[in-house]
């Protein structure tokens, strides 16, 4: 198995450029099977879960050309066909398939997901929503079978925000008829990127981006090109190791309005932001205050860059406390860091993180972010090195890393067992 080693102590100092987001591209190449005719997706990350996703839509049918940052996606032969187990089970975006399916299809039967597995990840409102859009659904052996003589649209309020569900509702009700009524949705930039590519693709969405989504249905979907909106979460990821190595770093090609819960923050504990049209330079300072975070639904701070946010607030002075509203368990990476010496303790959804120093070992990621973060805690610590393992989950969502982090002057190498 593969491992990351990281020398600590070199301050990152220079430019990385920001690719496409990974929790957009996952939902984009679903939606793009809606389509009678090529779809051509710019900006597209190369990440291990961008690749099993295509190799699922070939699987249907579809025929799928990668080269670069360019894909080009023509759905025209594709079918619907049953996919309860096999690569569905690798992604948690996986369930997208049955919002597309069903919308292009009027049937889908999928695996229940998997993907980063910190907790429980429920569908019921995905579900709730086929079903308020007149899909039967039925849970058996594992797989979600659900089929629609017609799909008819409807009003459908979310108990709870959820990104997966008011993306997949919205795949489906792109080829209901009438209207679909989504209240309650989630806000999150990657879901004002997928009503982007279905309108470019004929379909009538107003709202998304705030808590009223209305989707007008359309009898076929056409072919369109369209550019992935940045990924804003590794572009807080480098802005919490530039902070946590005292560099000085320009992340650039992104969009800075969706990291604003970033910036405050570090901004609060003494880090000098300073933001531009596309990139956010970060200048580390020798000193930090201790903070408060909560992560929460955007624009909220992300929960996945809690467990970043955990290795810096280890480099704060005093007592920080970050409290995660999205998944009240997600702290996987706090035992892996407290073997590097963190002083963290764990109370119902909330780490109380006493700041000082941290030392190199042998850590493991259980999950992507989990592992992004003892990338930050092995790049702070001032000796030695540190060897993250399970870098197949790291692989999900950071694009090109360790070249990335070399070109920031960091010393970080692949290794084997
Ligand atoms: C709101 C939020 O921050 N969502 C994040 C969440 O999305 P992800 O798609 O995993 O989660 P959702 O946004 O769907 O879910 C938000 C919350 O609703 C709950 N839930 C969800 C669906 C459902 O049918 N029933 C239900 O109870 C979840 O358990 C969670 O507590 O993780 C992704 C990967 O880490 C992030 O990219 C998303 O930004
Ligand atoms: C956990 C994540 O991904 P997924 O939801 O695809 O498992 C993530 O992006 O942090």
Redesign the pocket.
């Known amino acids: 198995m593969e491992k990351l080693l990281i020398r600590g102590g070199r301050p990152l100092r220079g430019t990385v450029a920001i690719s496409g987001a990974?929790?957009s591209a996952?939902a984009l190449l679903p939606a793009s099977i809606l389509a009678e005719s090529e779809v051509v997706l710019d900006n597209l990350p190369h990440l291990s879960?961008v690749a099993v996703y295509c190799e699922l839509l070939e699987e249907l049918g579809a025929s799928v050309q990668w080269t670069g940052d360019t894909i080009r996606i023509d759905p025209s032969a594709l079918r619907s066909k049953p996919m309860p187990n096999g690569k569905v089970k690798l992604?948690?975006?996986s369930y997208y398939l049955m919002g597309a399916l069903l919308g292009r299809f009027g049937e889908a039967t999928i695996g229940l997901p998997g993907?980063?597995n910190f907790e429980p990840r429920p569908i019921d409102q995905h579900i709730k929503g086929f079903e308020a859009l007149g899909a039967t659904v039925r849970n058996d052996h594992g797989s979600v079978h659900i089929s629609a003589k017609k799909l008819k649209g409807a009003k459908i309020y979310l108990d709870v925000a959820s990104v997966g569900a008011t993306i997949n509702i919205m795949l489906a009700a792109s080829r209901a008829e009438g209207a679909t009524i989504i209240e309650n949705a989630a806000k999150e930039p990657e879901i004002i990127d997928v009503a982007t590519l279905l309108n470019a693709m004929g379909v009538k969405i107003k709202g998304a981006g705030t808590e009223t989504i209305r989707i007008e249905g359309v009898e076929s979907l056409h072919g369109c090109r369209h550019s992935i909106i940045p990924d804003r979460?590794q572009a807080g990821t480098y802005m919490i190791a530039a902070a946590a190595t005292g560099g000085d770093v320009l992340i650039d090609n992104i969009i800075p309005k969706h990291l604003e819960a970033v910036t405050a923050k570090l901004r609060e504990m003494g880090v000098n932001v300073e933001e531009f049209d596309e990139s956010i330079r970060i200048v580390g300072a020798p000193e930090y205050s201790a903070v408060d975070v909560k992560a929460l639904a955007y624009p909220g701070f992300a929960t996945?860059l809690q467990s970043p946010m955990t290795s810096l607030l280890t480099q704060a002075k005093g007592v920080s406390l970050l409290s995660d509203y999205v998944y009240s368990n997600r702290f996987k990476h706090v035992p892996e860091l407290m073997r590097m010496g963190a002083n963290i303790r764990v109370e119902g959804r909330t780490a109380i993180i006493e700041g000082g120093r941290l030392n190199a070992a042998k850590v493991r990621a259980a999950?992507?972010?989990a592992g992004a973060s003892l990338v930050v805690a092995g790049l702070a610590v001032e000796d030695g090195v540190t060897e993250v393992s399970g870098v197949e989950f790291i692989d999900?969502?950071y694009d090109n890393l360790v070249d990335n982090l070399r070109l920031l002057g960091a010393e970080v190498w692949r290794d084997s067992d």
């Open positions: 990974k929790n996952v879960d992604l948690r975006a993907g980063c979460i996945d999950d992507l972010r999900r969502g």
